[in-house]
C-alpha cells in the first residue's frame, strides 16, 4: 500500500496511446450522436430530452475517459543542483598594481572569490560551484588554490575560456557563470571588439549561446592607471633584400601628461630611425610607420623602443623584439643567345612565367653572314651591349645562361676571366647544347672550359663534337636524388618519369665530367675520354658558385611534345625551374643547413633546431662530423642600453645520425640573440650554414594591459548578468537559473481507468437511461 | 604534259637528288636545332594554294636572320601524333573547306595550349572570303571561350625583327593582323592579304602573282612579315622586353619624321 504523505510530486497522466486526431475525431462522433439524439428527442417534453441527452453525454464521456486510461502519478524527488563555474583570469596583466598600498587585480579577485563562500553556502541544494582558471586555456582549480595562484599566463583568452565552459558543461545544467577578469581578452570576441565599439552580432550570439546568465567582476578601472605601452608591431614575415619594408608600429598611452615621445627602431642594437610622437592626456592610441631597405641577405634583430617614464605600471610593455628574415630579392637571370630556337624559346617562357625570376633575354637575330638589305632603322635590331652585359652590370645577375651561344664573333674572349670570377665569387652560369655551345662554340681552352663540369674535347670536326643520334639520358645514382633531376621522391618511379620523356635529339659531344663535377644524367651509347658514359646534365661547384652543363638542345621537348604524348610540362618546368634554384643556391637547397623552428623563443623554453647534412648528390651525409659555434649577444645590448656585443658562448661537435642529421638540444635562460654557424667538412669543401635565435621573455600580455571594464559590462548585458567593479560587490545581486532536473527516489502510478467501480457507473448509467425511455415511452 | 610542268619536275627531282647526296647525318642534325614550319593539311579545301612558297619563305628567313632553318617542308594532319614534331603549323587556303573532325580539334586546341603556333594565311585576296570563313569556324570550335581580336600597330609581331606599319601580302584588304591570345602570347595569327602569294615564285626564280596594289616595296614589306612572323614564333615578346623599347621608339618617331 501506498500513503499520499510519503510523494510530493502528484501528476495526471493519460496512459491511452491515442493521438491527437483519434482524440479529435471521438469527440466528434460523440457530438454527432448528441445531436442525432438531440433530434430524435425532439418531440419529447424538454426537460426529458436533456435528461436523456445528460445521461447518454455522460456514458459517452464516462467511455472515453476509459479509452484514454487515466492515470495518477506520484513522485518522492529531490533537486539536482545545477553548476556555477567561476572562472579566474590568471594572465600576467592580473598581477599589475590597482592602487598606492600595492594592491593587485588578483588580490581584488581573491577577495571576491571570499565574499562568493557565502554565496556558495546559501546555494544550498541549487547550485554547485565548480572553479576555473585561464590564460591561454581553461583549467579547473580549488577555491584553496586561489590563496596562492601567481597569474603567469602570457595570454588571457577569455572568449576561449567562455567556449571551454560552455563545451564543459555540454549536456549539464549551467546555472551561471561568475567571471573575474580585468577585461583583457586576446581571445576573438576582444579583438573583433574594439575599443568604444558595439558588441558585434557574431560574438552576442555566442554569449547568447551560452543559455546562462554570465556575472562578471571587473578587477580593476582605468582609473590611476599609467603606463606607455607599444601594444602593436606589424610587418611582414620576412623582406626582400635591397626592397623597402614598412613597419606600422601602435602605441598606447594612458594617464600621460603631453609631452612628445621618441618611437626610436634599432637593427642589431644600432639605431635605424627615430620618430617623434605627441601624447596627449586625450587621446590613448597612436601609430608610426618606419619605412627602410633590408641591406643583406639572412635574419636581422630589430627593437622598437620608447623610452621609460616615471610612474609607469610597467616597463616591460615599452619595448618590442622582432626577426625579420630577409631574402634573395627576384632572381636576376642573363639568357643570352646564339640564335632563335625553340629551344631558346620554351626556355624563355617558363622564366617569364616564374614570377621569382627578372628575365634579361640577349639573342642574336641576324650575324655578319646574313646580308644587309634593309637599312638599320627599319629594323627592330639592337646593338648587343656585351661591355654593360660582362663587365660593368655582371654583378647584378644571379644567373648567366649561354644557350646555343659562340662568343668569338663578339669579340668576347677578353669578358669569360669576367664570367669566371663572377661564378667563383658566388654567381651562377648554365651552358645549354647547341651548334654554337661547347666545343662547337669554340669554348675549348678558354676560362669557361675551366669553369664547365665537363671536358671539352680537342677536336673541332663537327662530326667529333656533335651527334645527332636521338637519345634518353640515363640518370645517374646521384641523379636519382639531387634536385634538379628528382622529379619524384620515390627512385623508381623517378627513372620512370625519366623513362617516359620524348627522347633528346641529338647532344654536343664532351670528353668527359670535369673535376668535383657531379653528373646527373649520361648518354647510353656515347663513352667519354676515360671509356665512361658521355655527361649530358652535369654540375659543379666552382667556387662560391655553381655551374651547369645541359649538352642538348632539345629538352623544350620535354615541355611539349611530351604533352602531345598525353603527359604534362611539369616535368619540363619542375627540371628547369630546379636547376635555377639549385645554381643560385636556394637555401633550401644547400648541402648543410641549420633550421630553427623557431625565430623567438622564451628563457629557458627548448631550442628546436636541427643541422642536416646532404653529400652533393644530396642523399644524407650519415656520420658527417662538424663543429656548432654559438655566439649570444645580451638583451640590453640589443636594445641599446651596453655596449656589449657578441660573446662566444659555446662549441659544440657534432656527428650526423643515419639520415644526415642531428639534432641541437639547449635551453638558453639568459635573454638576448644566439647566433650559430656550423661547420662540416666534406669532399665538396667546408660546408658552412648560420642562424640565429633570439631569446626573450613573452610580454605580448603587457602590450595592451588597460582594463577593459565596458566588455566585460556588455557580456554581462548580453547573458542577463550582473557587472560590478571590484571591490565594490555584493553577492546577493548574483541570480542563477534554478536547477532544470531533479532526482526522484521513489514513483507510484495508480490507474484510475482500470477499476471496476467506473464501469459499474457506466452500467447504472445506461441502466437509469434505458428505464427513462421505457417509462417516457420511447423504446 | 606542258614545256613548264616538265620543267618543275624536273627541278624538283634535282632537289631531291640533291638532297640525297648529303649525308644521313647532315638530315639528322637538322632536325636537331633547325627550325622548319610544317603545313596544316586537311580535307575537303586546297590546304597549298601557294606550293613552293613555304620553302621560300623559309629560305629568305635563312638568308636574312640568324635563324638556322629546314626548308623541307612537313604536311601534317591536326593529329597530335604528328603536330607536336613541329611548334610551328602553317594553314593556308583558298576557298571553303569541310568541318575538321572533333579529334583534330580538340589536338589542335591542347597544341596551341602547350606552346604551339598556328598562322592561319588567305589566299582569297579578300578581307572576309570563303576560307576565313571556314578557318574562323574551325577557331571558334578550338577555342569557344576566346575571341579573334585585332593586333594593334604596335604588337610585337610587328617588331620582332623589321619594323613594320602595315602587314602588307599580295593584297593589301586588311589593314592589320588577327589573332587570338594564349597567356603573353598571341597563340594563332590570321593573316588576310595572302602573305605567301607575294612570296611565291615559279621554278625559274619568276613571281608567281603580282602584287596589288603593287611595287617592289610591297613585295619586300609581305617579305619582311613573313619574317617577322617566323621570328615572333620563336621569340614571342622578345621586343617587349624594357631593353629594346628606347631603340624601337627612336627609330619608330625617326621614320615619322
Same mark, same amino acid.
Do not use: C
Given at each position: 500500500?501506498?500513503?499520499?504523505?510519503?510523494?510530493?510530486?502528484?501528476?495526471?497522466?493519460?496512459?491511452?496511446?491515442?493521438?491527437?486526431?483519434?482524440?479529435?475525431?471521438?469527440?466528434?462522433?460523440?457530438?454527432?450522436?448528441?445531436?442525432?439524439?438531440?433530434?430524435?428527442?425532439?418531440?419529447?417534453?424538454?426537460?426529458?430530452?436533456?435528461?436523456?441527452?445528460?445521461?447518454?453525454?455522460?456514458?459517452?464521456?464516462?467511455?472515453?475517459?476509459?479509452?484514454?486510461?487515466?492515470?495518477?502519478?506520484?513522485?518522492?524527488?529531490?533537486?539536482?543542483?545545477?553548476?556555477?563555474?567561476?572562472?579566474?583570469?590568471?594572465?600576467?596583466?592580473?598581477?599589475?598594481?590597482?592602487?598606492?598600498?600595492?594592491?593587485?587585480?588578483?588580490?581584488?579577485?581573491?577577495?571576491?572569490?571570499?565574499?562568493?563562500?557565502?554565496?556558495?553556502?546559501?546555494?544550498?541544494?541549487?547550485?554547485?560551484?565548480?572553479?576555473?582558471?585561464?590564460?591561454?586555456?581553461?583549467?579547473?582549480?580549488?577555491?584553496?588554490?586561489?590563496?596562492?595562484?601567481?597569474?603567469?599566463?602570457?595570454?588571457?583568452?577569455?572568449?576561449?575560456?567562455?567556449?571551454?565552459?560552455?563545451?564543459?558543461?555540454?549536456?549539464?545544467?549551467?546555472?551561471?557563470?561568475?567571471?573575474?577578469?580585468?577585461?583583457?581578452?586576446?581571445?576573438?570576441?576582444?579583438?573583433?571588439?574594439?575599443?568604444?565599439?558595439?558588441?558585434?552580432?557574431?560574438?552576442?550570439?555566442?554569449?547568447?549561446?551560452?543559455?546562462?546568465?554570465?556575472?562578471?567582476?571587473?578587477?580593476?578601472?582605468?582609473?590611476?592607471?599609467?603606463?606607455?605601452?607599444?601594444?602593436?608591431?606589424?610587418?611582414?614575415?620576412?623582406?626582400?633584400?635591397?626592397?623597402?619594408?614598412?613597419?606600422?608600429?601602435?602605441?598606447?598611452?594612458?594617464?600621460?601628461?603631453?609631452?612628445?615621445?621618441?618611437?626610436?627602431?634599432?637593427?642589431?642594437?644600432?639605431?635605424?630611425?627615430?620618430?617623434?610622437?605627441?601624447?596627449?592626456?586625450?587621446?590613448?592610441?597612436?601609430?608610426?610607420?618606419?619605412?627602410?631597405?633590408?641591406?643583406?641577405?639572412?635574419?636581422?634583430?630589430?627593437?622598437?623602443?620608447?623610452?621609460?617614464?616615471?610612474?609607469?605600471?610597467?616597463?616591460?610593455?615599452?619595448?618590442?623584439?622582432?626577426?625579420?628574415?630577409?631574402?634573395?630579392?627576384?632572381?636576376?637571370?642573363?639568357?643570352?643567345?646564339?640564335?632563335?630556337?625553340?629551344?631558346?624559346?620554351?626556355?624563355?617562357?617558363?622564366?617569364?612565367?616564374?614570377?621569382?625570376?627578372?628575365?634579361?633575354?640577349?639573342?642574336?637575330?641576324?650575324?655578319?653572314?646574313?646580308?644587309?638589305?634593309?637599312?638599320?632603322?627599319?629594323?627592330?635590331?639592337?646593338?648587343?651591349?656585351?661591355?654593360?652585359?660582362?663587365?660593368?652590370?655582371?654583378?647584378?645577375?644571379?644567373?648567366?645562361?649561354?644557350?646555343?651561344?659562340?662568343?668569338?664573333?663578339?669579340?668576347?674572349?677578353?669578358?669569360?676571366?669576367?664570367?669566371?670570377?663572377?661564378?667563383?665569387?658566388?654567381?651562377?652560369?648554365?651552358?645549354?647544347?647547341?651548334?654554337?655551345?661547347?666545343?662547337?662554340?669554340?669554348?675549348?681552352?678558354?676560362?669557361?672550359?675551366?669553369?664547365?663540369?665537363?671536358?671539352?674535347?680537342?677536336?673541332?670536326?663537327?662530326?667529333?663534337?656533335?651527334?645527332?643520334?636521338?637519345?634518353?639520358?640515363?640518370?645517374?645514382?646521384?641523379?636519382?636524388?639531387?634536385?634538379?633531376?628528382?622529379?619524384?621522391?620515390?627512385?623508381?618511379?623517378?627513372?620512370?618519369?625519366?623513362?617516359?620523356?620524348?627522347?633528346?635529339?641529338?647532344?654536343?659531344?664532351?670528353?668527359?665530367?670535369?673535376?668535383?663535377?657531379?653528373?646527373?644524367?649520361?648518354?647510353?651509347?656515347?663513352?667519354?675520354?676515360?671509356?665512361?658514359?658521355?655527361?649530358?646534365?652535369?654540375?659543379?661547384?666552382?667556387?662560391?658558385?655553381?655551374?651547369?652543363?645541359?649538352?642538348?638542345?632539345?629538352?623544350?621537348?620535354?615541355?611539349?611534345?611530351?604533352?602531345?604524348?598525353?603527359?604534362?610540362?611539369?616535368?619540363?618546368?619542375?627540371?628547369?625551374?630546379?636547376?635555377?634554384?639549385?645554381?643560385?643556391?636556394?637555401?633550401?637547397?644547400?648541402?648543410?643547413?641549420?633550421?630553427?623552428?623557431?625565430?623567438?623563443?622564451?628563457?629557458?623554453?627548448?631550442?628546436?633546431?636541427?643541422?642536416?647534412?646532404?653529400?652533393?648528390?644530396?642523399?644524407?651525409?650519415?656520420?658527417?662530423?662538424?663543429?656548432?659555434?654559438?655566439?649570444?649577444?645580451?638583451?640590453?645590448?640589443?636594445?641599446?642600453?651596453?655596449?656589449?656585443?657578441?660573446?662566444?658562448?659555446?662549441?659544440?661537435?657534432?656527428?650526423?645520425?643515419?639520415?644526415?642529421?642531428?639534432?641541437?638540444?639547449?635551453?638558453?635562460?639568459?635573454?638576448?640573440?644566439?647566433?650559430?654557424?656550423?661547420?662540416?667538412?666534406?669532399?665538396?669543401?667546408?660546408?658552412?650554414?648560420?642562424?640565429?635565435?633570439?631569446?626573450?621573455?613573452?610580454?605580448?600580455?603587457?602590450?595592451?594591459?588597460?582594463?577593459?571594464?565596458?566588455?566585460?559590462?556588455?557580456?554581462?548585458?548580453?547573458?542577463?548578468?550582473?557587472?560590478?567593479?571590484?571591490?565594490?560587490?555584493?553577492?546577493?545581486?548574483?541570480?542563477?537559473?534554478?536547477?532544470?532536473?531533479?532526482?526522484?527516489?521513489?514513483?507510484?502510478?495508480?490507474?484510475?481507468?482500470?477499476?471496476?467501480?467506473?464501469?459499474?457507473?457506466?452500467?447504472?448509467?445506461?441502466?437509469?437511461?434505458?428505464?427513462?425511455?421505457?417509462?417516457?415511452?420511447?423504446? | 604534259?606542258?614545256?613548264?610542268?616538265?620543267?618543275?619536275?624536273?627541278?624538283?627531282?634535282?632537289?631531291?637528288?640533291?638532297?640525297?647526296?648529303?649525308?644521313?647525318?647532315?638530315?639528322?642534325?637538322?632536325?636537331?636545332?633547325?627550325?622548319?614550319?610544317?603545313?596544316?593539311?586537311?580535307?575537303?579545301?586546297?590546304?597549298?594554294?601557294?606550293?613552293?612558297?613555304?620553302?621560300?619563305?623559309?629560305?629568305?628567313?635563312?638568308?636574312?636572320?640568324?635563324?638556322?632553318?629546314?626548308?623541307?617542308?612537313?604536311?601534317?594532319?591536326?593529329?597530335? #601524333?604528328?603536330?607536336? @614534331?613541329? %611548334? !610551328? /603549323?602553317?594553314? &593556308?587556303?583558298?576557298?571553303?573547306?569541310?568541318? *575538321?573532325? $572533333?579529334?583534330?580539334?580538340?589536338?589542335?586546341?591542347?597544341?596551341?595550349?602547350?606552346?604551339?603556333?598556328?598562322?592561319?594565311?588567305?589566299? #582569297?585576296?579578300?578581307? @572576309?572570303? %570563303? !576560307? /576565313?570563313?571556314? &578557318?574562323?569556324?574551325?577557331?571558334?570550335?578550338? *577555342?569557344? $571561350?576566346?575571341?579573334?581580336?585585332?593586333?594593334?600597330?604596335?604588337?610585337?609581331?610587328?617588331?620582332?625583327?623589321?619594323?613594320?606599319?602595315?602587314?602588307?601580302?599580295?593584297?593589301?584588304?586588311?589593314?592589320?593582323?588577327?589573332?587570338?591570345?594564349?597567356?603573353?602570347?598571341?597563340?594563332?595569327?590570321?593573316?588576310?592579304?595572302?602573305?605567301?602569294?607575294?612570296?611565291?615564285?615559279?621554278?625559274?626564280?619568276?613571281?608567281?602573282?603580282?602584287?596589288?596594289?603593287?611595287?617592289?616595296?610591297?613585295?619586300?614589306?609581305?617579305?619582311?612579315?613573313?619574317?617577322?612572323?617566323?621570328?615572333?614564333?620563336?621569340?614571342?615578346?622578345?621586343?617587349?622586353?624594357?631593353?629594346?623599347?628606347?631603340?624601337?621608339?627612336?627609330?619608330?618617331?625617326?621614320?615619322?619624321?
Amino acid at each position: 500500500m501506498f500513503a499520499f504523505g510519503d510523494y510530493d510530486t502528484t501528476d495526471l497522466l493519460w496512459l491511452g496511446d491515442w493521438s491527437t486526431s483519434w482524440i479529435a475525431l471521438l469527440v466528434l462522433i460523440g457530438l454527432a450522436v448528441l445531436a442525432y439524439s438531440a433530434f430524435d428527442l425532439r418531440n419529447v417534453a424538454r426537460y426529458r430530452r436533456w435528461t436523456l441527452i445528460g445521461l447518454r453525454g455522460l456514458v459517452y464521456g464516462l467511455a472515453v475517459v476509459l479509452l484514454l486510461e487515466p492515470a495518477i502519478d506520484m513522485r518522492d524527488t529531490s533537486k539536482i543542483p545545477n553548476h556555477v563555474a567561476v572562472v579566474v583570469d590568471q594572465s600576467m596583466t592580473m598581477d599589475l598594481k590597482v592602487d598606492g598600498d600595492g594592491t593587485t587585480r588578483m588580490d581584488r579577485a581573491r577577495q571576491a572569490i571570499t565574499q562568493l563562500r557565502s554565496l556558495q553556502e546559501d546555494a544550498g541544494e541549487d547550485h554547485h560551484f565548480d572553479f576555473f582558471t585561464y590564460g591561454e586555456e581553461l583549467a579547473p582549480a580549488s577555491p584553496a588554490s586561489f590563496a596562492e595562484l601567481e597569474p603567469r599566463a602570457t595570454a588571457a583568452d577569455l572568449t576561449g575560456a567562455l567556449e571551454q565552459v560552455q563545451e564543459h558543461y555540454e549536456g549539464k545544467d549551467l546555472g551561471g557563470v561568475i567571471l573575474i577578469s580585468d577585461g583583457i581578452d586576446t581571445g576573438s570576441i576582444g579583438l573583433r571588439k574594439a575599443r568604444g565599439e558595439e558588441m558585434d552580432e557574431f560574438s552576442r550570439q555566442f554569449l547568447e549561446s551560452l543559455n546562462a546568465p554570465v556575472h562578471t567582476l571587473a578587477a580593476a578601472g582605468e582609473e590611476g592607471l599609467r603606463d606607455l605601452a607599444i601594444s602593436r608591431v606589424l610587418h611582414d614575415d620576412f623582406a626582400f633584400v635591397h626592397n623597402s619594408i614598412t613597419v606600422d608600429v601602435e602605441l598606447q598611452a594612458i594617464g600621460m601628461e603631453a609631452t612628445s615621445v621618441p618611437v626610436t627602431l634599432r637593427r642589431d642594437g644600432r639605431v635605424l630611425q627615430t620618430r617623434n610622437i605627441h601624447v596627449h592626456p586625450d587621446e590613448t592610441s597612436y601609430e608610426v610607420t618606419f619605412e627602410f631597405v633590408p641591406e643583406q641577405i639572412g635574419k636581422e634583430v630589430y627593437t622598437v623602443q620608447v623610452p621609460k617614464y616615471e610612474g609607469e605600471a610597467l616597463y616591460e610593455n615599452n619595448e618590442h623584439h622582432f626577426v625579420l628574415p630577409v631574402i634573395r630579392d627576384r632572381i636576376r637571370v642573363l639568357q643570352v643567345v646564339g640564335r632563335p630556337s625553340w629551344d631558346q624559346r620554351f626556355l624563355r617562357r617558363l622564366l617569364k612565367r616564374n614570377p621569382n625570376v627578372e628575365l634579361i633575354s640577349f639573342f642574336i637575330l641576324r650575324t655578319d653572314q646574313n646580308p644587309q638589305i634593309v637599312p638599320q632603322s627599319e629594323m627592330s635590331l639592337i646593338p648587343f651591349p656585351t661591355d654593360k652585359l660582362f663587365d660593368t652590370e655582371l654583378g647584378s645577375f644571379d644567373l648567366v645562361v649561354f644557350q646555343n651561344f659562340n662568343f668569338r664573333p663578339y669579340r668576347m674572349g677578353h669578358y669569360l676571366r669576367n664570367i669566371d670570377d663572377f661564378v667563383r665569387e658566388g654567381g651562377a652560369f648554365a651552358m645549354v647544347g647547341g651548334d654554337l655551345s661547347f666545343a662547337s662554340g669554340e669554348y675549348a681552352r678558354t676560362p669557361i672550359e675551366d669553369l664547365l663540369p665537363v671536358q671539352l674535347p680537342s677536336s673541332r670536326a663537327r662530326s667529333e663534337i656533335m651527334d645527332s643520334e636521338d637519345f634518353r639520358p640515363q640518370l645517374t645514382d646521384a641523379g636519382d636524388r639531387h634536385p634538379i633531376t628528382q622529379l619524384a621522391f620515390d627512385p623508381q618511379r623517378n627513372r620512370e618519369i625519366w623513362e617516359e620523356l620524348p627522347p633528346l635529339r641529338g647532344t654536343n659531344v664532351v670528353a668527359g665530367a670535369a673535376e668535383e663535377a657531379t653528373v646527373l644524367a649520361e648518354h647510353p651509347t656515347i663513352r667519354g675520354n676515360r671509356g665512361e658514359p658521355m655527361p649530358v646534365i652535369a654540375v659543379a661547384e666552382r667556387g662560391e658558385g655553381r655551374v651547369m652543363a645541359v649538352t642538348s638542345d632539345s629538352t623544350w621537348r620535354w615541355g611539349f611534345e611530351h604533352v602531345g604524348e598525353g603527359g604534362t610540362p611539369r616535368e619540363y618546368q619542375n627540371f628547369w625551374n630546379s636547376a635555377i634554384r639549385w645554381l643560385i643556391q636556394d637555401p633550401e637547397l644547400k648541402l648543410v643547413r641549420l633550421d630553427t623552428k623557431y625565430d623567438i623563443i622564451a628563457p629557458d623554453a627548448p631550442l628546436d633546431a636541427t643541422v642536416s647534412v646532404y653529400t652533393p648528390d644530396y642523399s644524407p651525409a650519415v656520420g658527417a662530423e662538424g663543429e656548432l659555434r654559438i655566439e649570444h649577444t645580451p638583451l640590453d645590448a640589443v636594445a641599446g642600453g651596453t655596449e656589449r656585443g657578441a660573446a662566444h658562448y659555446d662549441t659544440v661537435e657534432f656527428s650526423t645520425d643515419h639520415s644526415g642529421q642531428w639534432d641541437l638540444d639547449r635551453r638558453f635562460s639568459e635573454p638576448g640573440i644566439y647566433e650559430f654557424e656550423v661547420e662540416v667538412e666534406s669532399r665538396a669543401g667546408t660546408l658552412t650554414d648560420d642562424n640565429l635565435v633570439l631569446v626573450a621573455p613573452d610580454v605580448s600580455q603587457y602590450r595592451d594591459i588597460v582594463p577593459r571594464n565596458r566588455l566585460l559590462e556588455i557580456i554581462a548585458e548580453v547573458t542577463d548578468g550582473h557587472h560590478a567593479l571590484l571591490p565594490d560587490f555584493d553577492a546577493d545581486d548574483l541570480q542563477f537559473k534554478p536547477p532544470r532536473h531533479v532526482e526522484i527516489h521513489n514513483r507510484q502510478i495508480v490507474q484510475l481507468w482500470d477499476n471496476i467501480f467506473l464501469f459499474l457507473v457506466i452500467l447504472t448509467l445506461l441502466g437509469v437511461e434505458w428505464s427513462l425511455r421505457r417509462r417516457w415511452g420511447r423504446l | 604534259m606542258n614545256r613548264r610542268r616538265f620543267l618543275q619536275i624536273l627541278a624538283a627531282a634535282g632537289a631531291a637528288s640533291a638532297a640525297s647526296a648529303l649525308p644521313s647525318g647532315a638530315f639528322a642534325f637538322d632536325r636537331q636545332h633547325r627550325i622548319t614550319i610544317a603545313r596544316l593539311d586537311y580535307p575537303g579545301g586546297n590546304s597549298d594554294p601557294r606550293p613552293g612558297a613555304l620553302r621560300r619563305l623559309l629560305q629568305e628567313v635563312d638568308k636574312r636572320t640568324s635563324i638556322e632553318v629546314n626548308t623541307n617542308i612537313a604536311t601534317v594532319s591536326g593529329r597530335r #601524333d604528328e603536330i607536336f @614534331e613541329y %611548334p !610551328f /603549323l602553317f594553314m &593556308a587556303g583558298d576557298g571553303r573547306f569541310e568541318p *575538321f573532325d $572533333d579529334d583534330v580539334i580538340r589536338d589542335l586546341r591542347t597544341y596551341l595550349l602547350a606552346g604551339g603556333f598556328l598562322f592561319i594565311d588567305s589566299a #582569297d585576296g579578300v578581307r @572576309e572570303g %570563303p !576560307f /576565313l570563313e571556314s &578557318a574562323e569556324r574551325e577557331l571558334a570550335r578550338i *577555342f569557344p $571561350d576566346r575571341d579573334l581580336v585585332t593586333l594593334p600597330r604596335d604588337h610585337t609581331v610587328h617588331e620582332t625583327f623589321y619594323l613594320i606599319d602595315r602587314p602588307l601580302g599580295r593584297v593589301d584588304v586588311a589593314g592589320n593582323l588577327r589573332g587570338i591570345a594564349e597567356d603573353d602570347r598571341m597563340a594563332v595569327l590570321v593573316n588576310s592579304n595572302d602573305l605567301l602569294g607575294a612570296l611565291a615564285r615559279d621554278t625559274f626564280g619568276n613571281w608567281e602573282f603580282d602584287v596589288i596594289p603593287g611595287g617592289d616595296r610591297q613585295r619586300e614589306m609581305a617579305f619582311r612579315l613573313a619574317i617577322n612572323v617566323v621570328m615572333y614564333a620563336l621569340t614571342v615578346n622578345y621586343k617587349a622586353d624594357q631593353v629594346h623599347i628606347p631603340f624601337i621608339l627612336e627609330r619608330r618617331r625617326w621614320r615619322v619624321d
